[in-house]
C-alpha cells in the first residue's frame, strides 16, 4: 500500500516547483512520527540554504545528531534514501491531493485536542474554544494567489472598474445617495450619537427594512432582551407605537406576523448575551450554529453595540483606546470572513454630546474605532430637531463616496414606531459645516415622504 506521506517528502525533494507551493501550508504536526523526522530535517535545511537537499545531505546531517535524538535511525534513514527514486507523477493532481491530505489531516488533529480539553487533559484551553479549532481545521487551503501584479492583470483590473458592486440599500434616499447605492459586504459601518439619541432605533429600523427588501438579518443585543428588540421591530413592522403593541389582540398580533412573513423571503434572528462578556469567537459560534439548525446565513449582522462587547484577542481592558480598536477590527474582521456588511452603535464623549457639531475626535474612549470603520455618521438631535421629530445626520467617515458632497442632511423619526423616514429636500437646505443645525427651517420642512408602512412592494421574492 502506498503511503502518501512519502510521496509528499519525495516530490520535495525532487520537485522544486511543488516545494515552493506546498511548504507554506504543510505543518510538521501533519506528519506520522518518522516522516516528521524526516520533514523537521528537510525544512531546517531548506530555511538554512534555501535549496532542495538531496538525500545525501539529510542523510549525513541525520548521522551527525546525537544518538539519544535518533531513537528511530534506521527507520527514518530508510525514509530518507527512498526519496532517490521518485515517481513522476501528475503535477495537478498532486497539489489537489496534498491539499486534500493536510485538511483532512488538520481536521483529524482538532478533534484530538477537542477530546483532550472536553476530558480536562488540555488545561491550556477552554471548551469555547473548540468551535475555532475546528473552523481554522476546516479552512486550511492552498492559496496559491501572490497579489495583484500591475502589468499583467491591467485587464482584470479594467473590468473590476467597471463591475458593478453588490450593495445592500437602503429604504432612505438620503443614505443611498450618500453611499452609491447601499453599503457593500465585507464591512463594518458605525453610527456614533449619545446616551439615548437613538442608536438603537436606528439599528431598528435598518433590520426592519432589510427584512421587508428580502435580507436576512442577525441582530445581537448585548443592553436590551431579545424581546425588548423584538418589540421596537413590531411597532415599525406593524406601523403601531411601541406603547399599544399590548393593547393588540392575540388575532391581530398573529395577523401581523402572517403578513409579514408571506410577503419576505428574509429572516430575523435576534440573540442577547451578557453586557462585557461576548466576542466575536461567541458570534462565530452563534453564526455557525445558526446555519447547523436552522440554514440562516445573514446578510447583515447588527451589533448593538461595540462598546459593550469583549475582545477575543485581549482580557486587558485598562488600554481603551487600544482595547476597543481591537474590538472593532475583531468586528470587522468577521464581517468580510462572513461576507456580511456589519452595523455597530458608538457612544458619543461627554463633549461630543452636548455638542450639535460633533466629529470623530469625540468617539467616547477610542478613536482607535474610526481608524477600523468604512462609513460612519452621527445622529444628531438637539431641542427643536426633537420638537420637529428629526435628526439631522452627519458623515464623519466614507469609503463609499465623497463624505463632504452632503456632509449633513436631515431625516425624520417616528420614536413611537421605532422608524425613520425620508423628508422633503428643503428640510435640509441651508444645513453647512458650520455648528447651525438649522432646525427652523427644519420644522417649516416637516411635510413627511415616508411610504406607507404596510406598503411591502420593496419585499424581495
Given amino acids: 500500500m502506498i503511503n502518501f506521506e512519502q510521496v509528499i517528502f519525495n516530490n520535495l525533494m525532487n520537485n522544486e516547483e511543488y516545494c515552493r507551493k506546498v511548504i507554506p501550508y504543510l505543518e510538521p504536526r501533519y506528519f506520522s512520527k518518522n516522516h516528521k523526522v524526516a520533514y523537521d530535517l528537510y525544512l531546517s535545511f531548506l530555511t538554512k540554504y534555501n535549496k532542495l537537499p538531496s538525500a545525501s545531505a539529510l542523510d549525513i546531517e541525520y548521522q551527525q545528531k546525537p544518538d539519544f535524538e535518533r531513537p ?10 527512498q526519496s532517490k527514486v521518485c515517481e513522476k507523477v501528475e503535477y495537478d493532481w498532486l497539489l489537489d491531493t496534498t491539499e486534500k491530505w493536510c485538511k483532512e489531516r488538520a481536521l483529524h488533529l482538532a478533534i484530538m485536542e477537542s477530546v483532550d480539553i472536553i476530558d480536562g487533559d488540555n488545561k491550556e484551553k477552554a471548551p469555547g474554544a473548540i468551535p475555532n479549532m475546528l473552523q481554522d481545521a476546516l479552512s486550511v ?45 465585507k464591512t463594518a459601518n458605525v453610527i456614533l450619537g449619545g446616551t439615548n439619541v437613538g442608536k438603537t432605533l436606528i439599528m431598528c429600523h435598518l433590520s426592519s427594512a432589510y427584512l ?27 406601523d403601531v407605537e411601541i406603547n399599544d403593541l399590548k393593547f393588540l389582540t392575540k388575532e391581530k398580533f398573529e395577523s401581523n406576523v402572517k403578513r409579514i412573513s408571506g410577503k419576505t423571503e428574509g429572516q430575523l434572528m435576534i440573540k442577547e448575551y451578557p453586557t462585557a462578556c461576548a466576542h466575536v469567537g461567541h458570534f462565530r459560534a452563534l453564526l455557525n450554529e445558526l446555519k ?10 447588527c451589533v448593538d453595540y461595540l462598546g459593550i ?57 477610542s478613536w482607535g474605532i474610526a481608524h477600523t470603520a468604512d462609513f460612519a455618521f452621527m445622529a444628531i438631535q438637539d431641542e427643536q430637531l426633537a420638537k420637529a421629530n428629526q435628526y439631522m445626520i452627519k458623515q464623519l467617515k466614507s469609503r463609499y463616496g465623497d463624505k463632504d458632497k452632503i456632509p449633513k442632511f436631515i431625516v425624520g423619526v417616528e420614536k413611537a414606531k421605532m422608524r425613520l423616514y425620508d423628508t422633503e429636500n428643503s428640510a435640509s437646505d441651508g ?13 417649516d420642512a416637516l411635510t413627511k415622504t415616508k411610504k406607507d408602512s404596510n406598503d411591502y412592494s420593496n419585499f424581495k421574492y
Avoid at 72 to 81: G, M, Q, R, S, T
Fill in 72 to 81: 528511530n535511525a534506521p527507520d527514518v534513514l530508510e525514509l530518507i534514501n
Fill in 141 to 185: 487551503s492552498f492559496d496559491t494567489n501572490v497579489g495583484h501584479d500591475y502589468i499583467s492583470n491591467a485587464k482584470e483590473r479594467y473590468e473590476f472598474y467597471h463591475r458593478k458592486e453588490e450593495r445592500i440599500e437602503f429604504d432612505l434616499q438620503k443614505f443611498n445617495e450618500i453611499t452609491d447605492g447601499g453599503v457593500p459586504r
Fill in 212 to 238: 421587508q427588501m428580502g435580507y436576512n438579518v442577525l441582530y445581537i443585543t448585548m443592553e436590551m432582551a431579545e424581546e425588548k428588540i423584538a418589540e421596537r421591530i413590531d411597532a415599525n413592522l406593524f
Fill in 292 to 301: 447547523l439548525k436552522k440554514e440562516f446565513l445573514p446578510d447583515v449582522i
Fill in 309 to 365: 462587547c469583549a475582545s477575543e484577542r485581549s482580557k486587558n481592558s485598562s488600554d481603551s483606546y487600544g482595547y476597543l480598536k481591537m474590538i472593532s477590527e475583531e468586528l470587522r474582521g468577521m464581517a468580510v470572513e462572513y461576507k456580511v456588511a456589519l452595523w455597530t452603535g458608538v457612544q458619543l464623549n461627554r463633549s461630543g454630546f452636548s455638542s450639535t457639531d460633533a466629529d470623530l475626535t469625540n468617539i467616547a474612549e
Fill in 431 to 443: 444645513l453647512s459645516s458650520n455648528n447651525s443645525t438649522n432646525s427652523n427651517s427644519s420644522v
